[in-house]
């Protein structure tokens, strides 16, 4: 799954935004499975990659509410 940068969040739909943070959130919980059960050091750049997605969704989305 492609990870997203601020001028992707910044054309999307508050309800695009919504339904792509469910979709990190679920990927970030796969991601921590998998490295809970042992899985590969190159997963941290992928984990790493979900954790700012969901910050920058978060950020965007909390701007908006003012």
Do not use: F, V
């Amino acid at each position: 799954m492609s990870h997203l940068k601020s001028r992707d969040i910044d054309n999307m739909s508050q309800e695009a935004r919504e339904n792509r943070l469910i979709e990190l959130r679920e990927e970030l919980l796969q991601l921590r499975a998998q490295q809970a059960l042992g899985g590969s050091a190159s997963n941290q750049g992928a984990y790493k990659a979900t954790r700012r997605s969901i910050a920058r969704l978060l950020t965007k989305m909390n701007g908006n509410k003012e």
